[in-house]
């Protein structure tokens, strides 16, 4: 087969599961953010930058297929000398030493506890620094909702969730896995950015929630700069950056440069490549100071 007719095959591929998961998440999330909105007003359809976000929603996952083939080849490659399909294949299929032998269950406990916890600490390191210029574009969305979950520049997607999918991968996790977690990460990722008011009582503590993601979307002065974790709290409880303020709501979305921001998809990808792009400072007084107004609850 020639490559043009496989990269048109692959994108059919990709968009005949895309399109059915966002009829079903634009249902689920409509009905729901009538009922138990965070911020009540415009419904997710009128949001501002719908189109923007929705070339963000089909262009990630093509983006997404095509860096993980690309990573896995090229990591087998150069870390384990392998360089013919076949034995690529026979690499990948069922994962590979002590890891794959444990039970499937297991190595999803595994998959989803470890991916998380690196990406908690590369969430940190794109809050700082140039890296934050990436990591912008997902905070621009001033009217976050669940179409906005998809947002991030492919630098941001290759250096977290594709990269660490990529680790574990190498690392021997049976791509089986991917198979059960690859839906709950959609539709979480979905929910946590969803307009809903939803805390989750005290299991607030054991996973992500809208009003936890939507505080990290707020403005460093604002507090927003915590809730790092995409799954497990747990991460921000343990490093000191858990902020889920009682009796009140987030309200303000943006980024500081929120006016000379690109609203359109082309802007924002070159956006981390402009000179006039917002860097922040390194993180060491920005650590202490989020130890100190830790909040108890
Ligand atoms: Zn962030
Ligand atoms: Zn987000």
Known sequence: MNLPVEIVEMLGQTLAKVV??????????????????????RPWWR?????????????????????????????????????????????????????????LWLQAILFLVVADFMMYWL???????????????????????????????????????????????????????????????IFHSAFVHANLNWTLGPFKYVLATPVFHRWHHTSPAEGGDTNFAGTFPLWDILFGTFRMPQDSLPEQYGVDDQSS??????????????????????????WRKARTDLPSG
Not at 66 to 84: M, N, P, Y
């Open 20 to 41: 059915p998961v966002t009829i079903a998440l634009a249902l689920v999330f409509s009905v729901l953010a009538h009922f138990w909105a965070c911020n009540p007003g």
């Open 123 to 185: 969430h940190r390191m794109f809050h700082r620094g140039v890296c934050w210029k990436y990591h912008a574009i997902h905070h621009s969305s001033e009217d976050v909702d669940w179409i906005s979950a998809a947002r991030f520049h492919p630098v941001n997607l290759l250096l977290g969730t594709i990269g660490v999918d990529v680790v574990l991968l190498m690392a021997g996790i049976s791509p089986e896995v991917m198979l059960w977690l690859g839906p709950f990460n």
């Open 261 to 286: 921001f690109p609203g359109e998809i082309i802007g924002q990808l070159a956006y981390p490549f402009r000179r006039s792009g917002a860097v922040r400072p390194p993180e060491g007084r920005w």
């Open 47 to 103: 949001k501002r930058e719908l189109v923007t976000d929705i070339c963000y929603w089909f262009l990630v996952p093509l983006f997404a297929r095509v860096f993980r083939i690309g990573l896995l080849v090229l990591g087998a490659a150069l870390l384990f000398g392998i360089r013919d399909a076949d034995a690529l294949i026979a690499f990948y299929d069922n994962g590979h030493g002590p890891l794959s032998r444990l039970p």
